[in-house]
């Protein structure tokens, strides 16, 4: 199944538990404005390339839309119909007046120079400049993308608008960037694990943790386990997989992979198998880099008793039976991996101030997904489209868009 199919589906399962008409669900399952473009920019060697950028507006309902541009090879339409919908809900699950959008370009950034990414984000912007805007969608970093992108997207936008420094979130702090926003979906996780250890007693202090992707995400959040006495016992990204059951030394795999572009190599861990980083023996995994990642094939083998997605979709719906009665609890990424959204009011909040605000967000919001699961005998992730999809179907409703 993939991401649409399975986004589609818990949706509709969470239709049902609150009782939407058809009319309603169809009005809040199709997307408000789906977007193609075809990008060709001249390479550095003198020839040209042509890549296809999307844009999926899923929606408003609740305010401008908002969601990130990733960079990478697999981005197609279905995937980026996914992640916008997962943004609806979740902008609604952490409560704030947005909806949902995604974005993408199918390229290799790391087969491509700065001066060809910039180019090539230039021209995606010119092509759907006209269609964003700070009222109506505004995009964020996300995989392959990050402040830099953001930057040449606010500067070619502004040639067409003027000076618009709220058109994205993740930009540069020299440009307007919030402080901490870099951190923020790695630090949305620690304050959902803290949730959700909190409520069957535990804390991090002592726990064993996998984490797979050691991108923004996965790398934030394993510096900030690891700060709270988490023990990191095995990592993996693009470049191979790392593992040590006394604990790896984060700060010093931070500066390796600065170092090196990647884990691989590092010294004070053994090399495993990445394949194998997701059955690895722990207390709690980290999924934080691709979707799709737990599925039937592996499931029977995660000996993780807890689930924390940072990343979109990494559980199939076939996973997730599988691990429920395994009895494994899933903390589903519309929540978890909210963090990143939570600052985008335009305030210049000091970096403090910001984590203490977050922090607010999270535990507000782990607290409302425990009211759904309670209301509807359900599990978190139907607790998290629940609450979600009531929300943007009451704001529907109030506007009179779903009759």
């Not at 726990?207 to 700060?227: D, M, P």
């Not at 689930?307 to 990494?314: F, K, L, T």
């Amino acid at each position: 199944m993939n991401a649409l199919a399975a986004t589609n589906r818990n949706f509709k399962l969470a239709s049902r538990l609150l009782g939407l008409d058809s009319k309603l669900e169809k009005s809040l399952l199709i997307p408000f404005r789906e977007i193609k473009v075809e990008c060709t920019i001249p390479k550095d060697d003198g020839t040209l390339a042509s890549f296809i950028g999307f844009r999926v507006q899923h929606d408003n309902a609740r305010g401008p839309m908002k969601g990130g541009i990733r960079y990478h090879p697999e981005v197609e339409p279905d995937e980026v119909n996914a992640l916008a919908q997962l943004m609806t809900w979740k902008t609604a699950v952490a409560k704030i007046p947005y909806g949902g959008a995604k974005g993408g370009i199918g390229c290799d950034p790391s087969e491509l120079s700065i001066s060809e990414l910039e180019r090539l984000t230039r021209v995606f912007t010119q092509k759907i400049h006209d269609l964003i805007g700070i009222h109506t969608d505004v995009p964020a970093p996300d995989m392959g993308t990050g402040p830099q992108t953001m930057a040449w997207i606010l500067d070619e936008y502004s040639k067409f608008h003027g000076h618009s420094p709220a058109i994205v979130t993740g930009k540069p702090i020299d440009l307007g960037g919030s402080l901490g926003r870099d951190a923020a979906t790695g630090r949305g996780v620690l304050f959902a694990t803290e949730a959700l250890l909190n409520e069957h007693g535990k804390s991090i202090s002592g726990q064993r943790f996998v984490i797979q992707g050691f991108g923004n995400v996965g790398s934030w959040a394993a510096k900030l386990i690891s700060e709270k006495g988490g023990k990191i016992v095995a990592v993996s990204d693009v470049t191979g997989a790392i593992k040590n059951k006394n604990g790896i030394d984060i700060s010093g795999l931070l500066e390796h992979t600065k170092e090196n572009r990647g884990i691989k190599g590092f010294d004070g861990a053994d090399s495993t198998d990445p394949d194998s980083i997701l059955v690895e023996d722990c207390d709690i995994l980290v999924p934080a880099a691709l979707g799709g990642v737990i599925n039937r094939e592996n499931a029977n083998e995660i000996k993780a008793k807890f689930i924390i997605e940072g990343a979109n979709h990494p559980t199939d719906p076939e996973a997730d039976e599988i691990l429920r009665k395994k009895g494994v609890v899933i903390l589903p990424d519309i929540y978890a991996n909210s963090g990143g959204v939570t600052n985008i009011q335009g305030f210049m909040w000091d970096e403090e101030k910001v984590n203490k605000e977050l922090r607010t967000y999270m535990t507000r919001g782990f607290t409302d997904l425990k009211d759904m699961c309670q209301t509807h005998s359900c599990d978190l992730r139907m607790g998290a489209f629940t609450l979600g999809v009531k929300r943007v179907a009451q704001a529907t409703t109030i506007r009179g868009w779903g009759s």
